[in-house]
C-alpha cells in the first residue's frame, strides 16, 4: 500500500522560505509523475507544481511560479517543494500526491489524476 509523508510545514514571516519534503513508500516512486498541492480554509484545493518521473519536465501554477521550485530524489524516494519570496496567500495545507499511471503526465496539473495522498503539512505566512 502506497504511503506519502510530508513534512517541513510551519510558520513563517512574508518573504521568507521554507521547504517541503514528501516520501513516499510502497510503490515504485521513480516510475511516476508527483504533484504538490494545496488548500486554504474555505478554499477549493488547487494544483502547485508537478515533476515527471525522471524530472526532465516540470510544471507549476502561475501564481508559485519563479518562487518556488519542484525537484525529486529517487533514489530517496522522495520529492520536494522549495518556497521561497512567501506571501500570506499562499497559507494552505500542502499536499503531495502520486500520479496513478506509471510513466504518465496525463493532466497533471489536475487533482483527479493522483491516485494517493499524504495527510498534508501547514504552511502559514504571517505579513
Same mark, same amino acid.
Given at each position: 500500500? #502506497?504511503?506519502?509523508? *510530508?513534512?517541513?510545514?510551519?510558520l #513563517? ?5 521554507? +521547504?517541503?519534503? &514528501?516520501a513516499?513508500?510502497?510503490r515504485?516512486? =521513480? ?12 478554499? *477549493? ?12 519536465? %516540470? ?5 508559485? *511560479?519563479? +518562487? ?9 524516494? %522522495?520529492?520536494?517543494?522549495?518556497m521561497? =519570496?512567501?506571501?500570506? *496567500?499562499? %497559507?494552505?495545507?500542502?499536499? &503531495? ?7 504518465? +503526465?496525463?493532466?497533471?496539473? =489536475? ?15 504571517? =505579513?
Open positions: 500500500q #502506497v504511503q506519502l509523508v *510530508e513534512s517541513g510545514g510551519g #513563517v514571516q512574508a518573504g521568507g522560505s521554507l +521547504r517541503l519534503s &514528501c513516499v513508500s510502497g515504485t516512486f =521513480s516510475s511516476y509523475t508527483m504533484g504538490w498541492f494545496r488548500q486554504a480554509p474555505g478554499k *477549493e484545493r488547487e494544483f502547485v507544481a508537478a515533476i515527471i518521473w525522471d524530472a526532465g519536465s %516540470t510544471s507549476y501554477a502561475d501564481y508559485v *511560479e519563479g +518562487r518556488f521550485t519542484i525537484s525529486r530524489d529517487n533514489a530517496k524516494n %522522495t520529492v520536494y517543494l522549495q521561497n =519570496s512567501l506571501k500570506p *496567500e499562499d %497559507t494552505a495545507v500542502y499536499y &503531495c500526491a502520486i500520479h496513478r499511471i506509471q510513466y504518465s +503526465r496525463l493532466a497533471m496539473t =489536475s487533482a483527479t489524476n493522483y491516485g494517493a495522498w499524504g495527510q498534508g503539512t501547514q504552511v502559514i505566512v504571517s =505579513s
